[in-house]
């Protein structure tokens, strides 16, 4: 179960295909953003969802909400995903689990990543949550429809 609305995210840092690493308090202070955590790299379904936020990147880049994928895949293997499939957002390296864990997006006693996206607000107040392992494409047309319904802007 994704963590409750109105809760604060936990914060973390993790290494990013940016090029540095990425902390939710410094890298976005103030400013609102998507965190979807899947599976693994180079699936189906994960490939399905990361082409699908690629396909929608200018709604979320026109409303000023960046986009984050975060795996348990390494660094190496992030760039080969993000390059193959041209995909214009970060994606961030949770080798050992410890952010999917926070973020309730780790499955006991199995070493995977489940499915749930987060839309975060401008103070990182969680302000969605969607959980489906198997509907990868759902992920991204729930994001769209709950920015349109309410403010998460500055």
Known sequence: MPLKKGTKAPVFSLASTGGNLFSL???LEGKPCILFFYPK????????????????FDFFKSVDIPVFGI???????HIQFKNKY?????????????????YNAKVPFI????RITYLLDQNHIIRYSYEN???AEK?????????SS?????
């Open 25 to 27: 308090e410094e890298t």
């Open 41 to 56: 790299d180079f699936t189906p379904g994960c490939t399905k969802e990361a082409c699908g936020f690629r396909d929608e």
């Open 71 to 77: 795996s348990r895949d390494n660094l190496a293997t």
């Open 86 to 102: 041209d995909l214009p957002f970060d994606l961030l390296a949770d080798e050992n689990g410890k952010v999917s864990k926070l």
């Open 111 to 114: 070493n995977m990543t489940k």
């Open 133 to 135: 392992l198997f509907g």
């Open 139 to 147: 992920h991204i047309d729930e994001m769209k429809n709950i920015i």
């Open 150 to 154: 309410i403010k998460v802007r500055p």
